[in-house]
């Protein structure tokens, strides 16, 4: 037979002295009164776990804060809870994460907790862009409301004159990142479901626009209004570079000394730089390694290779090509971007391989099982191709002061 335990009267609780170690008094039926050396008396309520059988204690309060008559409230309270196989500690913890939820833990604190969690490894372009958009659109009206106040009407409110003013890019963004926080919230168990998980099928999907870009029978224009620009040497290199090279404005702007090769003549951008988060080798023809001969004088001794003008320790603004292609006459028929679709127009019209020509934009297979038996980045390959590409520039500029054209330019410093 189990062991009859005597409930504990109050005097008893009361009277418990400490002793040379802690000790308990059992009330029974899994309450106990845990009495520390320190004189401090403290409820626990000693259970199995209704799965896995371990033996648990629950802390429930501390006496004479919690009397014997409401510690043994909780305990039953408890008890009924084991009853229907649900451990009593796992849903207080629960209980009180919903609490925080509805008081405590708001969008905006979350978003930062999701934000620290997912943008280790994402570039830093990207990172801020993601928390730019949610601080100018979200923030400002939800931000301080708690995640579990947070429904779909509200987030739709937000949005709504977004999608009216035609900003429909942007919904979109703000809907994905909206939904990844709190998917996030959801398994930190600081909500149940999430509530505006539907809240995108209540827009029209953006149209896709193009970037602008020129014919390839324009680069030449190009290229003579580049020579005659009154941009910046600096600018100039930067948009010369893009062209040489096929990278996004981003990869260019943020190049770096310590990534370029001279004797292997390669470029590697760290995944962390790229968009699809995957490391990118670019081989560099004489053109390009002129470009870098050309301005080592100007930055050689810095970190980066197109330094910005305010604080040279950092890199040129990635808008900064498109404002110069904007002062050059080219708003609305080119944008730096732009730049990859003209030579990858090019390179399609001379009857390059289609897939070298998508290794060398680093873009990524998106016929998945495609891409998992096509390893290869075609290096040599793209060689080849870069060198052609820099030498269709080269013939475009003639006649130019283009850097890597005919007429070399040497900056002094």
């Known amino acids: 037979m189990p062991k009859t335990i005597k409930p504990l009267s109050n005097n008893e609780v009361k009277n418990a002295k400490p002793k040379e170690k802690d000790y308990v008094l059992s009330d029974g039926k899994g309450l106990q009164l845990r009495v520390r050396i320190n004189g401090s008396k403290h409820w626990n309520f000693n259970y199995y776990h209704p799965i896995n059988k371990k033996r648990i ?3 429930l309060g501390t006496y004479p804060d919690l009397s014997l008559v409401n510690a043994r409230k909780l305990a039953q309270d408890a008890r009924e809870l084991l009853a229907l196989d649900i451990d009593p500690k796992e849903h207080r913890e629960s209980k009180h ?16 907790e999701w934000f620290d969690f997912s943008s280790k490894g994402l570039s830093k372009n990207y990172c801020d862009d993601m928390w730019r958009s949610l601080d100018n659109h979200i923030f400002p009206k939800l931000g301080k409301r708690p995640i579990g106040k947070l429904t779909a009407p509200l987030v739709s409110n937000v949005l709504d004159p977004l999608a009216k003013d035609d900003r429909l890019e942007t919904v979109k963004r703000l809907c994905e990142r909206l939904n990844r926080v709190m998917v996030f919230a959801v398994n930190k168990d ?6 505006i998980a539907g809240v995108k099928a209540n827009y029209n999907s953006p149209k896709r626009i193009h970037m602008p870009t020129l014919k390839p029978e324009e680069l030449p224009e190009l290229m003579q209004t580049l020579a005659n620009a009154s941009i910046k040497h600096v600018t100039r290199f930067l948009i010369e570079w893009q062209l040489h ?5 981003g990869e260019a702007a943020g190049t770096r000394w310590d990534e370029i090769d001279f004797e292997k003549k390669e470029w590697t951008i760290p995944a962390n730089r790229m968009k699809m988060r995957k490391e990118h080798v670019i081989p560099l023809t004489s053109q ?22 305010r604080n040279p320790k950092t890199h040129i603004n990635n808008e900064t ?10 708003e609305g028929r080119l944008v730096s971007h732009g730049i990859r679709s003209l030579g990858s127009t090019t390179l399609n019209e001379e009857g390059f391989n289609a897939d070298i020509i998508e290794a060398a934009l680093a873009h990524v297979d998106k016929n998945q099982v495609r891409a998992a038996y096509n390893r290869t980045d075609y290096l ?4 080849e191709l870069m060198c052609w590409w820099s030498e269709h520039i080269e013939r475009a500029s003639q006649g130019s002061l283009s850097i890597s054209g005919v007429n070399k330019l040497t900056i002094v410093r």
């Open 321 to 330: 090509a498109n404002m110069a292609l904007k002062r050059m006459g080219f």
């Open 288 to 309: 390009a390694l002129q470009l870098l001969d050309a301005i080592k004088p100007l930055s050689g001794h810095r970190d980066f290779v197109f330094p910005s003008d």
């Open 97 to 112: 994460k919903e609490k925080l939820a509805q008081e405590e833990l708001t969008l905006e604190k979350v978003a930062k």
């Open 245 to 249: 090279t096929l990278t996004r404005p």
């Open 190 to 195: 600081y909500i149940s479901v999430n509530p």
């Open 380 to 383: 040599d390959k793209r060689r």
């Open 57 to 59: 204690n629950m802390g």
